[in-house]
């Protein structure tokens, strides 16, 4: 102590200077963490972050993902769009269309007084099942006359027309084949018009046209009964909803028949063949 008193003043200053800078250093190296361990330590408190956050996340996206109605991952409005697409994939797959054209042959006793022709036929209806469906039929059926029928009817010309609304039902048989075939028949209203022309003198240019000479119709019921075969086009997966068809018909209508001079006679038959060919749906 006695030696402390006899340093000068400015060695004293300068001693008391040097114990305060070591307590300093001391102290601050027992408090401050290393720089590795706070690196190690930042490191391992952000990774547990980020596996706390990952977690939520997806908890969050499970909860969402399980609640009634919620979208689908990716995108917005999900669940209306695809129930949007299921009402319209129902709505054609329950309706049915046709729509066929083709010829007709006449058999029996009509032969003598109906002769080849075309016909047009369009159908609406509904599918019950793969199997069965129900269509409303229009049918036009446009037939010639023969000459010595016309003849005797005083005419030059002359033709039948047949028009009808049926209920038709269609069994298909091989429903889940790209090939198949179908059973159908039905009945319904029929109106037959026999008419016959004559060529009369004469239009704009001087040519003769045809005039309406005779003219017969009936309103009555009939049926018809037929077999066709289909051929499915289109689909992905083989599954297309249109199909190219060929069918052939048995049609029998309770026609009167006709006298040429005098009109219907008594309750006779119109039986023909129309073969069709269209699509149906």
Known sequence: MSSFRRMSLLRRVSFLCSLAVLAVGSASAQSAPSSSSFSSSLFAAG???SHESQ???????GRSSALPGAPAAGGSGGGTAQQGHGWKSKVSRD?????GAGFNSP???DKPFITWGGNLTVGGGLHFSKRLSLLAEYQLIDDKLPA?????GGGTAGNAHIWSFTLDPVLDILPKRTNSVYLTGGGGFYRKVTSFTVEACCDFYGYLVPELANHFSSNQGGVNLGIGF????????GDGTTKLFAEARYLDVKTPEFNA????????QTELIPVNFGLRW
């Open 107 to 109: 058999i029996g006793n």
């Open 148 to 152: 010595a029928f016309v003849a005797a």
């Open 55 to 61: 977690f939520a996340l997806d908890e969050g996206i």
């Open 95 to 99: 309706f049915a269309l046709e729509l």
């Open 261 to 268: 001079f005098t009109g219907p006679t008594r309750m006779g």
């Open 47 to 49: 990774e547990s972050s």
């Open 230 to 237: 289909t051929h499915r086009l289109g689909g992905v997966y």
